[in-house]
């Protein structure tokens, strides 16, 4: 049975950040007009969500438009986590998952890389 782990804000940006330096260099210069963000909590329950145009959707007319948010949820990761190694392993699954769509992978695909 899950329990909440507590974090404070300043400890879960740091795990959030520390996922983000596991993504591979080559893949991170690629991001483009794309920030995180951690939130308190999504009522819908959600651990993360990926807002914007994916970069395979991108054309010709894509430019002057704001940029893409990707948000991460703090407690909606810490209530189903027991613990904060838990807690550290769903950030980076969940920071991966919302990266993945800024690059056009799809739910279904993420499922079959293991990532769902």
Do not use: K
């Amino acid at each position: 049975m899950a329990g909440v782990v507590e974090l404070t804000r300043r400890e879960f940006e740091e795990l959030v950040a520390d996922a983000l330096d596991t993504i591979p260099e080559h893949l991170a210069r690629l991001m483009d007009n794309v920030v995180l963000t951690v939130e308190e909590e999504s009522p819908e329950g959600l651990l993360g969500v990926y807002e914007g145009v994916p970069l395979t959707e991108r054309g010709d007319t894509y430019f002057g438009v704001l940029p893409d948010v990707i948000h991460i949820y703090q407690r909606n990761i810490c209530a189903i986590s027991e613990t904060r190694e838990q807690v550290v392993d769903e950030v980076r699954v969940t920071v991966v998952h919302e990266i993945a769509h800024h690059f056009g992978i799809d739910d279904d695909r993420l499922t079959d890389l293991g990532w769902g």
